[in-house]
């Protein structure tokens, strides 16, 4: 069983129905992007506390607990409408993520979790009169800077996020 979130076909059939051209190639690319899309889904979607201790957004446990690599399928789990989610399979809009995630790998391979290194960042730059400041993150905040925020991975999984249920009721229409 491969330990990525889908399938080659599945993704194939996800990238055909949308026109995405640039999903090509052998199965060993696409099944290796795959599983690069699958662990940026795993690491972009947990939270680090002040206290240095990570959490998954995604709700309830683990299916077989620690020894389970990826963080799907989960028990307990309920999407945002407070469905039950089965406690064997991996939602589809996980692997939907997944293969837009994949593409991105596919066509520049490590774009998702690019290295970092704050002394690089260059906060304002003057070339002759010419003077351009910078937005720089704060990566002394414990987030990630050079991860991407890609809007359609996060409206394709923000279904199984979190369920209305886990809201505090303020937030509950």
Do not use: C
């Not at 640039?22 to 662990?39: F, I, V, Y």
């Amino acid at each position: 069983m491969p330990d990525y979130y889908g399938t080659a076909a599945g993704a194939d059939a996800y990238h055909a129905a949308r026109g995405n051209a640039a999903w090509t190639g052998d199965d060993s690319a696409k099944q290796a992007a795959l599983l690069r899309a699958s662990d940026y889904i795993d690491g972009r979607y947990r939270r680090r506390f002040p206290t240095g201790r990570w959490e998954s957004l995604f709700p309830g446990q683990k299916a077989t607990g620690r020894a389970q690599v990826r963080e799907w399928p989960r028990t307990g789990a309920a999407d945002y409408e407070d469905n039950l989610l089965p406690e064997d399979l991996v939602p589809l809009e996980v692997e939907q993520a997944t293969y837009e995630a994949a593409l991105r790998e596919l066509v520049s391979p490590g774009s998702l979790s690019p290295d970092f290194v704050a002394t690089t960042l260059v906060k304002s730059e003057k070339v002759g009169p010419l003077e351009t400041t910078y937005a720089v993150p704060d990566a002394g905040a414990g987030e990630a800077p050079t991860r991407p925020v890609i809007t359609v991975i996060d409206e394709l999984i923000a279904p199984v996020l979190v369920s209305r249920a886990a809201l505090p009721a303020v937030f509950v229409l």
